[in-house]
């Protein structure tokens, strides 16, 4: 998402740009700061896209993937290129330009939707990853394969609507992307800011910290209540036949089952939390700085520096990188699947 005054290669660096002329152009080379910086965002850009582009091409190849979770994963996937493809190279023209828009007004609405609709739609779709696999672990026996497909359908259904909702009121009237003087950026109407960042980010930080933390404490109590199993019968059992000097005792018995190790439900479900946790973890350190300033900046009437709105900015458009690096990294199907779909195309 962007919001004025984020610039990364126009930041007041010294030498970062050698002058601008009477119109606020540059005229001069970028300083060799500036080159590595444009050069190392644009390869974050392709890398972004061709991750999540092959994420998508092996779901839409391998046909067991055609089912849940791998729905909610091609989601996820499907935002983070549109990211990739819609919103970053924009961005970084935007960078360049030193926060001026000079693409025109309806461009400029057009990116702004896209980034609000793109970003929003990636942290959601990571926020219902966390509850699939939340549900499937402490639920596993009501979790059914039919309900959870109905239930990541709506969970989809409301990601897309909810951040389309965000992205498009703008143009219905609630406050205005594009303003004199080229600026380009997201509402400052602030009901709007409150409602956007709210609904894009802190009610889903909300969620997958709640979700985190019941999955823990699921896993902790599984881990103290499998140590033994215990069988125990009835103490003492006396069966007297019509003769009386015949009786058959049978004394309490102890029957205890030792596991030697985790059963492969149990690998699955701490394999499947690790990698729920690194996800949310890695979702928050990428965001949370860029929001937090957008909410405290407004509000104590203060700024920061340019070059650290632009770093926040641009830490939160790497998250779309991260997710199917996480999401494959702990998931031995899909890398199969890659490494098959290189080696037939050799």
């Keep these: 998402m962007t919001y004025p005054n984020t610039s990364i290669l126009t930041a007041n660096f010294s030498g970062a740009l050698d002058g601008h002329d009477s119109g606020g152009n540059i005229y001069r080379p970028f300083s060799v700061f500036s080159v590595l910086t444009l050069t190392l965002l644009a390869m974050l850009a392709v890398a972004t896209f061709v991750w999540n582009l092959l994420v998508l091409v092996t779901i839409l190849r391998v046909r067991t993937f055609h089912r849940v979770p791998h729905n909610l994963v091609a989601s996820m996937a499907i935002s983070d290129v549109m990211v990739a493809a819609l919103v970053m190279p924009l961005s970084l023209v935007h960078e360049l330009n030193g926060r001026l828009w000079k693409l025109g007004r309806v461009l400029c609405q ?76 997201v509402s400052q ?4 800011t409150i409602f956007s960042t709210f609904g894009a980010f802190y009610l889903p930080l909300c969620v997958v910290l709640f979700v985190y933390w019941k999955i823990y404490k699921a896993a902790k109590f599984r881990i103290g209540s499998r ?16 003769q009386p000097q015949m009786v058959f005792t049978v004394r309490h018995a102890t029957v205890t089952f030792q596991t030697d190790g985790d059963t492969w439900r149990e690998q699955k479900e701490k394999k499947a939390a690790l990698m729920v946790g690194i996800l949310i973890g890695v979702f928050v350190l ?6 937090i300033t957008e909410l405290i900046v ?49």
Aim: glycine letters at 2%; charged letters at 15%.
């Design 286 to 291: 990428c965001w949370i700085p860029f929001f």
């Design 298 to 346: 407004p509000l104590c009437s203060c700024d920061i520096p340019p070059i650290w709105k632009s770093i926040f900015l641009w830490l939160g458009y790497s998250n779309s990188f991260f997710n199917p690096l996480i999401y494959t990294a702990f998931n031995k199907n899909y890398n199969n699947a890659l490494r098959n779909l290189f080696s037939r195309q050799r």
């Design 189 to 192: 109407e602030p009901s709007y």
């Design 227 to 242: 140590k033994t199993n215990t069988i125990t019968p009835m103490a003492e059992v006396k069966e007297e036949t019509q």
């Design 110 to 185: 057009v990116w702004i939707s896209f980034d609000v609709l793109c970003c929003t739609a990636s942290i959601w779709n990571v926020t219902a990853i966390a509850l699939d696999r939340y549900w499937s672990i402490t639920r596993h026996l009501e979790y059914t394969l039919k309900t959870r497909k109905k239930i990541s359908n709506v969970m989809i259904a409301l990601t897309w609507l909810l951040s389309s909702i965000i992205s498009l009121s703008p143009l219905f009237g609630w406050g205005e992307t594009y303003s004199e003087g080229m600026k380009c950026q």
